[in-house]
């Protein structure tokens, strides 16, 4: 847990995605983050986290629908979403936290 605390305590925003190589959805949003993560380059990061390899992180943050997306600046959550989601959209909503 002390290293996810380091992987969010950023000045940039951080896309978490909670997935799983089960769930069709997480599968399908993997091309998605990538361009997303592209578009940001330095201007943030994403995370793809293994629920099923982190299974004691995904339960502390509730995560019950996959894939999750979580959004944190500076240690905090600011955006929260289960389901897929576009790269428009997820660029729009980090846009407001660059």
């Known amino acids: 847990m002390s290293k ?5 305590d950023l000045k940039v925003p ?6 799983a190589e089960w769930n069709e959805q997480s599968t399908a949003m993997h091309s998605v983050l ?3 993560a ?3 380059g330095s201007r943030g990061k994403v995370i793809k986290i293994d629920v099923d ?3 004691e992180l995904s ?3 509730r995560v019950k629908g996959l894939p999750t997306l979580m959004i944190y600046k500076k240690g905090e959550m600011v955006w929260r979403q289960s ?3 576009d790269a428009t959209t ?3 909503i980090l846009k407001e936290y660059v």
Do not use: C, H
């Open 83 to 85: 389901g897929e989601q």
């Open 14 to 19: 951080v896309l978490l995605d909670f997935y």
């Open 53 to 55: 390899k982190n299974k």
């Open 4 to 8: 996810f605390g380091e992987l969010i």
């Open 38 to 40: 592209a578009a940001l």
């Open 90 to 92: 997820l660029m729009g």
């Open 59 to 61: 339960q502390a943050l």
């Open 34 to 36: 990538r361009d997303v």
